[in-house]
């Protein structure tokens, strides 16, 4: 098993910048890709970014250009380094792990683990 556990949430005004963490521990060697999911009310849970054991990273259209996905694998933590925040950004922010990859990086079906979230509020 693997527990994820994501910090670094908060308030922060539109324009504004944050940095997500998420740290890794349990049987993190059977990990081959991480991602980030962001869910709103009412809403889907959807992939904002991901990245793979060779370091390959995958971005949603929405935060192409703004969002950096990065780890670092001697403190088995995964980051979001999050820029030019904008209200549609507001969301709860998910830490997932996956084992399989399926060539569709964003899909949330392949990841087996996932963190309990934390919450990102941008306001004007």
């Known amino acids: 098993q693997v527990q994820l556990v994501e910090s670094g949430g908060g308030s922060v005004q539109v324009g504004g910048s944050l940095r997500l963490s998420c740290a890794a521990s349990?049987?993190?060697?059977?990990?081959?890709?991480m991602g980030w999911f962001r869910q709103a009310p009412g809403k889907e849970r959807l992939g904002v970014a991901s990245?793979?054991?060779?370091?390959?990273?995958t971005y949603a259209d929405s935060v192409k250009g703004r969002f950096t996905i990065s780890q670092d694998n001697t403190k088995n933590t995964l980051y979001l380094q999050m820029n030019s925040l904008q209200a549609e950004d507001t969301a709860m922010y998910h830490c997932?792990?996956?084992?399989?990859?399926?060539?569709?990086?964003?899909?949330?079906?392949?990841?087996?683990?996932w963190g309990q979230g934390t919450q990102v509020t941008v306001s004007s």
């Open positions: 990245i793979d054991s060779a370091g390959k990273t």
């Open positions: 997932a792990a996956g084992r399989y990859p399926s060539g569709v990086d964003l899909w949330r079906g392949q990841y087996n683990y």
């Open positions: 349990g049987k993190t060697s059977s990990i081959r890709f």
